[in-house]
């Protein structure tokens, strides 16, 4: 079993072994739920690592967008009028709360309620 397990570990990709973790870390966690099983206009509590972080403009003021994933998919977090937060970076894991807005085949949490994990 040792064996098959180093075998796997050199025969995967890199970014498969880190999607592995994140799941396992996300799934650790209680009371939050996973980005594939969002209900669109519902409250929702999500775990994950922000994969990307970008300035949109709107309505002429700029909004922060962040990009939270579990590993199993992506919440975009949007933060309007701010250019930066503190802590936000990628690769920073964090648990965001708020109403899900669908857009397209994307989910969205506006102004959500964040804690930083260690």
Do not use: W
């Not at 990709?13 to 969002?38: I, M, N, Y």
């Not at 999500?46 to 700029?62: C, F, L, N, W």
């Not at 937060?85 to 109403?99: D, H, I, K, Q």
Request: with cysteine; hydrophobic share 40%; glycine share 10%.
């Amino acid at each position: 079993m040792a064996l098959k397990n180093f075998v796997s570990r050199l025969t995967k990709p890199v970014e498969e072994h880190d999607r592995e973790k994140l799941l396992e870390f996300c799934s650790r966690l209680k009371g939050v739920q996973a980005t594939d099983e969002l209900q669109p206009r519902r409250v929702a509590r999500v775990v994950g690592e922000i994969s990307s972080v970008r300035i949109v403009p709107r309505a002429g003021a700029p909004s922060l967008e962040v990009g939270v994933s579990d590993g199993r998919g992506v919440v975009t977090a949007v933060f309007f009028g701010r250019k930066k937060l503190a802590g936000l970076t990628p690769g920073r894991r964090l648990v965001v709360e708020g109403m899900v807005a669908p857009l397209g085949n994307r989910a969205f949490i506006y102004n959500p309620v964040y804690e930083l994990l260690p």
